[in-house]
């Protein structure tokens, strides 16, 4: 099918005309936008190509089952918790592993953008970024301002800094989350 | 002051299309774009595991061919729910053309049997 022609519709447009009047079609252009990013997923949880391929047309059916029975408002979130889930049960199964459940609630998609925010004005919340950024340690704080401030790529950073790839990304995504929980914590003793 | 500060902590909400992620993976960025799309990466856990596990296949070319085989399966597997459906439907409406057609036979056996009894009252 060209599903090309359905680009300009959004994912929650194509849930709508799928809840109007249950045509399977709708859910097959939806599914289809995430086939790639799911087979990825697999492969990141269960590191074999046949398995991946396997859990990605389960996941298909069981979305396809479960949006028969129930109302999905954020589509993206929920298909990445669908297949999450679908890994950790399978390699669960296959290794006896207990590995923790996902749900709607503890699943974040990207990350809470800071609960203050949007109450400060620019010039405090600056402040409060400069006095949190300085807390933080050498390696994420130097990684952090070359990627958001100086923005370099992953493989620039490591090529100036001689960490791995796998290390850039780490101080990036911990930075980051040091710096919501530093600036959050400023804020509140403002 | 940098106010770039301010983006680290505001969330893109962009989506990657599958295009750039495989030259992501090619490496056929520049790195202008190769770091958009590590910005999308930092804010979204889907893609950054997406991305983590697609690099795990052994020969990247196949990943466009493992996408077109499960979309073909995924499609495949609709249309065949789709024709179940309308079988379903159509077993369904069967009984109701049956129904009809005996009803119709009814009455008009009955109509026969009301013109033969006045037909025979008559001549008696």
């Avoid at chain 1, 298909?60 to 589509?75: C, R």
Wanted: glycine share 4%; aromatic share 8%; net charge positive.
């Amino acid at each position: 099918m060209n599903t090309d022609r359905y680009q300009h519709i959004s994912d929650t447009a194509l849930l709508e005309r799928f809840y109007a009047d249950k045509d399977n079609q709708w859910l097959g252009i939806l599914l289809q936008r995430y086939t790639m990013l799911l087979l990825g997923v697999c492969m990141k949880y269960l590191k074999n190509e046949d398995d991946a391929k396997d859990s990605v047309q389960q996941v298909f059916l069981k979305a396809i089952a479960e949006l028969h029975k129930y109302k999905v408002a954020y589509f993206k979130s929920w298909i990445y918790m669908v297949a999450k889930n679908h890994c950790l049960m399978k390699l669960r199964d296959q290794q006896g592993k207990s590995p923790a459940m996902l749900n709607e609630q503890t699943m974040v998609m990207g990350e809470e953008p800071l609960s203050v925010e949007s109450h400060l004005d620019k010039d405090r919340m600056l402040d409060a970024m400069t006095l949190a950024i300085e807390e933080l340690n050498a390696e994420q704080k130097q990684c952090v301002t070359l990627f958001y401030l100086d923005k370099k790529s992953y493989t620039q950073i490591a090529d100036a800094t001689g960490y791995s790839m796998m290390q850039v990304k780490s101080y990036i995504q911990n930075g980051k989350r040091n710096l919501k929980i530093g600036v959050e914590r400023i804020i509140k003793q403002q | 002051m940098n106010k770039d500060l301010l983006n680290i902590l505001s969330n893109s909400n962009k989506d990657i299309d599958n295009q750039q992620l495989m030259d992501y993976l090619a490496g056929k960025l520049s790195d202008e774009e190769r770091h958009k799309v590590e910005m999308q990466l930092a804010d979204n856990d889907f893609i950054n595991d997406a991305l983590e596990g697609l690099e795990n296949v052994k020969d990247p070319k196949d990943i466009n061919f493992f996408v077109d085989q499960l979309n073909r399966d995924l499609h495949k597997k609709l249309l065949q729910k789709q024709k179940r459906k309308q079988k379903r439907k159509l077993l369904q409406q069967r009984w109701v053309y049956a129904a009809v057609v005996i009803i119709l036979a009814l009455l008009i056996a009955t109509w026969l049997m009301i013109i033969k009894y006045q037909a025979l009252k008559g001549r008696g």
